[in-house]
């Protein structure tokens, strides 16, 4: 039976409390909380050390993190953040996904097409600049004058040498508080050196995800390269054989991608009642439908099979932070801490004018509750789920904003984003018509089905057509599924409105209204809860102090915390799992069914070697392949998970039940050595 820890032991006892437990807290690496790692584990980082954690530390932009692992480029992730790339390198006759992948030498590296990796370099203080131009405007002026001003310093931020690809980020910290201009070298040329059957990545499958014990090598091996070359890559983690140690300190440097820690009352009802509500209910049919077209033919699983792996997860994600909203204990406490909050801003005449906030937040989630559905089916293009959707996306929007100047388009289409879209769209990674006509059927009918047949939009979409004969139709005679087509269309973008492409003609019809949409969500919805949300983040900044944590906005972070297991119910959790747990657990049937590699390799193997541990470092989303390294900057794990208790973390933290789990560095390298015999590589990566 799943058990579920009282969630009043998510949050502290009071909001101007540093932490709950010594372990709490994403921070920022100019912020550390120095006299907590002083105090508990005798540890005070100094600036070379923070200078090296932080250029080890990446992130791929599709949403992960990772670590240089050798001087020469070599790059530790997940298995299931490298993903995208062995699915598109597959083919039904050499399929990565079943059977790993070693490249033998550098020469046979094989490009991602679509991976992205980000090197943080410089971050900036920009608060004074935004705050100045954003002042004293609400609704979509606040928005148009946040949005001018985001352009303007990440234009400035680009310019300058044109040998290196760089990309920047205006980033919110405390929900406004505080803004920071974020620098990162942009990688784009990454290649997998690499990766283990998908058998043994994910050992356990939906059923043992987010729980522990495991027994996956969720890793893969990637390179990053430069005009053609491996780079150099002088800060990186030499990675321990030994592992790691219970009861040490640990630290993850990864990017979490977002948490919910700080957001009103009224924000956690819409979420609640609304946004997860919707989520669960889509994602529940859409893994059904996966499912079926998964088992049409071994083909259609390996196509399937990532984007089932995505949904699967995403629905116990979801449905964990569900249950934790639902608990009135974590509301009262949550109310409780607004109402402290609000005394300050009461009792402190200074911050007088801060009182007003919660109303407007109030009344931009009501007006969420209105249009959110016409949000999310239609600006968010979830009622036209398909690759060639979000190509004709890209090329009507960027075709009506890059003619505009920089500070007055949309974000995701000034200079300094560009790159990144183009990546997606020129992206070689395979587009498979069948499954886009699968996906893009059951999408029209939501949309049907969410906005009402008589909804003017689903009237313009579908016109008479039902989903089924109007997905089979587009997809028959859309050329999006050419690369050259989307390069002509980008570098000709009047091109564009003429298109007779049936996908190009249904966003060029949903354009208007969509943008409408959007207007108003910008408006009435996001520039209300912005202006509203930093006056009152900078109340709670002054209560709080730099001692705080801000939430997470998947930038870099350090969570510390220690290799520990934890107290489930009447027993107890050891922290480490071994070799010889996966070859008792082993069934011979997914998801229980080590790869033959595996079951070859037995006799070479220690079956006491640690392979999975758990620790009580505070994570999320978006930690996926985070290094987990020791006092001395050494790689001990790559963490890949949470177990059950943590998928509430987006609201608050635990460390009494709480737990990262991190795949071992020892299991790693044993495997590398005696299962795959990557030699070379083992060489390359010289560990310690």
């Known amino acids: 039976m799943r ?78 953040c490298a993903q995208r790339c062995i699915e598109a390198i597959s083919t039904p006759r050499r399929n990565f996904i079943e059977k790993g992948f070693l490249a033998l030498s550098p020469q046979k590296e094989v490009s991602c097409p679509d991976l992205e990796i980000n090197q943080l370099q410089e971050i900036t203080d920009v608060t004074a600049r935004i705050q100045e131009k954003v002042q004293g405007k609400t609704g979509r002026d606040f928005t148009l004058a946040y949005n001018a001003i985001a352009a303007e310093l990440t234009g400035q931020c680009i310019d300058g040498d044109e040998s290196i690809s760089l990309r920047c980020d205006v980033v919110s910290l405390y929900h406004g508080g505080r803004y920071f201009l974020y620098r990162y070298r942009r990688y784009q ?185 016409q949000h999310y089916f239609v600006e968010l293009n979830k009622g036209c789920m398909s690759k060639y959707c979000n190509f004709a996306r890209i090329l009507v929007r960027a075709a009506e904003e890059k003619a505009k100047p920089d500070k007055d388009r949309l974000p995701e289409y000034t200079d300094a984003a560009l790159p990144a879209l183009e990546q997606t769209l020129f992206s070689a990674a395979p587009v498979y018509p069948e499954f886009e006509k699968v996906k893009l059927s059951w999408s029209l009918t939501k949309l049907r089905e969410w906005l009402g047949v008589d909804s003017a939009i689903v009237q313009t979409v579908l016109h008479k057509e039902s989903p089924d004969a109007a997905a089979a139709k587009w997809v028959a005679t859309t050329h999006l599924g050419n690369i050259a087509v989307r390069h002509l269309l980008w570098d000709k973008p009047e091109l564009v409105f003429t298109s007779d492409d049936p996908f190009i003609r249904m966003e060029l019809s949903l354009n208007k209204v969509a943008r409408s949409i959007r207007h108003r969500f910008d408006a009435e919805v996001e520039g209300a809860e912005q202006r509203a949300g930093r006056a ?3 109340a709670r900044f002054a209560m709080t102090g730099a001692n705080s944590y801000p939430d997470a906005t998947f930038t870099l972070r350090l969570s510390y915390g220690e290799v520990k297991g934890w107290q489930e119910s009447e027993r107890g959790v050891p922290p480490f799992t071994y070799f010889k747990g996966a070859y008792q657990r082993n069934t011979g049937a997914p998801p229980f069914a080590l790869p033959a590699s595996w079951l070859n390799a037995r006799p070479k193997l220690d079956m006491n070697t640690p392979f999975d541990f758990v620790t009580t470092n505070d994570i999320i989303g978006g930690n996926s392949g985070s290094p987990v390294i020791n006092r001395d900057a050494e790689l001990v794990g790559v963490a890949f998970d949470g177990n059950i208790h943590a998928l509430g973390g987006a609201f608050g933290y635990d460390g009494n039940v709480n737990r990262a789990v991190i795949l071992d560095s020892a299991a790693l390298l044993s495997a590398l050595r005696n299962i795959y015999h990557a030699d070379a590589l083992l060489r390359e990566l010289n560990a310690k």
């Open 189 to 373: 040329d990454v290649r997998l050196v690499w990766a283990p059957e998908f058998a043994i990545a994910f050992f356990g499958g939906d059923p043992d995800n987010f729980n522990f014990p495991r027994y996956d090598l969720d890793a893969s091996i990637l390179r990053v390269y430069e005009n053609g070359k491996p780079v150099t890559s002088p800060d990186f983690f030499r990675i321990n054989s030994a592992g790691a140690v219970e009861g040490e300190l640990t630290m993850v440097l990864g990017h979490p991608g977002a948490t919910q820690r700080e957001l009103t009352v009224e924000q956690l009802l819409t979420l609640r009642d609304d946004r997860l509500v919707r989520t669960l209910l889509l994602y529940s049919e859409l893994r059904g439908v996966l499912e079926q077209y998964g088992k049409s033919s071994r083909e259609a699983a390996r196509i399937a099979n990532g984007e089932l792996f995505s949904i699967e997860n995403s629905i116990k994600v979801f449905h964990g932070q569900l249950d934790a909203l639902n608990n009135e204990t974590l509301m009262k406490r949550k109310r409780q801490e607004e109402q402290e909050l609000q005394h300050f801003v009461a009792t402190h005449g200074k911050y007088a004018s801060v009182a007003p906030a919660w109303d407007e937040i109030t009344r931009a989630e009501k007006v969420y509750r209105q249009i959110g559905d």
């Open 536 to 538: 009152i983040a900078e």
């Open 3 to 80: 058990l579920v820890s009282p969630v009043i032991a998510l949050l502290c006892a009071s909001i101007i409390s540093i932490a709950c437990h010594a372990a709490e807290g994403m921070w920022t690496l100019d912020n550390l909380p120095r006299a907590q790692l002083q105090a508990t584990y005798q540890f005070d980082p100094d600036d070379a050390w923070i200078h090296k954690v932080m250029h080890a530390s990446l992130r791929l932009a599709q949403g992960c993190s990772a670590a240089f692992v050798s001087p020469t480029g070599l790059v530790l992730t997940n298995h299931h």
